[in-house]
């Protein structure tokens, strides 16, 4: 069963791992690339199987089928035939002394019922379908939230490093206009203009900092790690 079930996740996984693929068309020459999708086709699994562990919705939905299983394997009992026993034993001295034994077996099918019992099972059965389903929609729910989650943290982590190397240049411009306007090479233009990108620059950073903290916070919620319920919230 496990084996099926990763098969299905492996065959729901195709299109993803086919789009980060293309996503790297030179990784069959250059080892770079290469290594960057062997990472990304890494922990995009890794972060599915995560959330299939951990993710609460699907433990409830989980559960929802074992309960509805439950109840079909009663109503499947309780449709049959039943037997009862009755074993009695009990020693007489009078008139004639011995040991008394006695089995009363009782047979009983819900013949007369109204088909009451076949309905109960018919009931039982749509509801461990209804349920299954339940759980299948909401494994396609997790996924999408991981995947839309990762994304956004990629995409995060891009623009983090990109107000880095912008915060960096910018540092070095205001110095070398401050040099340049000491030195009267440069005017105090100059010094308020690279003044004003360097602010501008460590205003990105901050900000791209937020963005990157608040994907990642996404993604762990998005697998479970950081479920409220989990940690013992309400």
């Given at each position: 069963?496990?084996?099926?079930?990763?098969?299905?996740?492996?065959?729901?996984?195709?299109?993803?791992?086919?789009?980060?693929?293309?996503?790297?068309?030179?990784?069959?020459?250059?080892?770079?690339?290469?290594?960057?999708?062997?990472?990304?086709?890494?922990?995009?699994?890794?972060?599915?199987?995560?959330?299939?562990?951990?993710?609460?919705?699907?433990?409830?939905?989980?559960?929802?089928?074992?309960?509805?299983?439950?109840?079909?394997?009663?109503?499947?009992?309780?449709?049959?035939?039943?037997?009862?026993?009755?074993?009695?034993?009990?020693?007489?001295?009078?008139?004639?002394?011995?040991?008394?034994?006695?089995?009363?077996?009782?047979?009983?099918?819900?013949?007369?019922?109204?088909?009451?019992?076949?309905?109960?099972?018919?009931?039982?059965?749509?509801?461990?379908?209804?349920?299954?389903?339940?759980?299948?929609?909401?494994?396609?729910?997790?996924?999408?939230?991981?995947?839309?989650?990762?994304?956004?943290?990629?995409?995060?982590?891009?623009?983090?490093?990109?107000?880095?190397?912008?915060?960096?240049?910018?540092?070095?411009?205001?110095?070398?206009?401050?040099?340049?306007?000491?030195?009267?090479?440069?005017?105090?233009?100059?010094?308020?203009?690279?003044?004003?990108?360097?602010?501008?620059?460590?205003?990105?950073?901050?900000?791209?900092?937020?963005?990157?903290?608040?994907?990642?916070?996404?993604?762990?919620?998005?697998?479970?790690?950081?479920?409220?319920?989990?940690?013992g919230g309400r």
């Amino acid at each position: 069963h496990k084996t099926f079930s990763s098969m299905k996740t492996m065959q729901k996984l195709a299109p993803k791992m086919n789009a980060i693929r293309d996503k790297y068309k030179k990784a069959k020459t250059d080892a770079a690339q290469r290594a960057k999708m062997n990472q990304e086709l890494t922990d995009s699994l890794k972060y599915l199987e995560r959330a299939f562990a951990r993710r609460l919705d699907l433990k409830r939905d989980e559960t929802n089928i074992k309960t509805s299983g439950a109840n079909l394997r009663i109503s499947k009992i309780n449709a049959g035939a039943q037997v009862e026993a009755d074993f009695t034993e009990f020693y007489r001295f009078d008139p004639d002394r011995g040991e008394n034994r006695s089995l009363v077996a009782t047979l009983t099918y819900p013949l007369f019922d109204a088909g009451r019992s076949r309905a109960d099972v018919r009931q039982a059965r749509a509801q461990v379908e209804q349920t299954e389903q339940q759980l299948e929609l909401s494994r396609q729910r997790v996924q999408l939230d991981v995947d839309q989650s990762y994304l956004l943290r990629d995409e995060a982590r891009a623009r983090l490093q990109a107000s880095g190397s912008a915060l960096g240049a910018a540092k070095i411009n205001y110095e070398a206009a401050t040099a340049a306007q000491k030195e009267g090479a440069g005017t105090i233009i100059d010094v308020i203009t690279a003044q004003t990108q360097l602010v501008t620059a460590e205003t990105n950073e901050v900000q791209a900092v937020y963005d990157f903290l608040t994907a990642d916070a996404r993604l762990k919620r998005a697998v479970g790690d950081n479920d409220p319920y989990t940690a013992g919230g309400r």
